[in-house]
């Protein structure tokens, strides 16, 4: 079994379907091992931790231009930078 490329840009936190494929990285490929998904269209590498920082960083590549967060998902996020203070 072949040992999956990691390019380093996409090293250590989540990035798009787009990026993936910029770096050479298949739809199929990111359905096997090393590849995590962590919503949709975000992935992450299976060493990437899934924590806060993870998931933050995912949204920040989903959310458009000027959206922002509500209800549950702003109260958590919130939260998490409160606590990080």
Not at 11 to 40: N, T
Not at 49 to 76: K, N
């Amino acid at each position: 079994m072949s040992v999956a490329r990691v390019p380093a840009p996409l090293v250590g936190r989540p990035f798009s379907r787009a990026e993936a494929r910029a770096h050479g990285i298949s739809d199929a490929a990111l359905q096997s091992r090393p590849w995590q998904p962590v919503l949709r269209g975000v992935w992450k590498h299976e060493l990437v931790p899934d924590d806060r920082a993870t998931r933050i960083g995912a949204a920040r590549l989903v959310v458009p231009p000027g959206g922002v967060f509500v209800s549950l998902t702003a109260a958590w996020l919130d939260a998490t930078c409160t606590s990080s203070r």
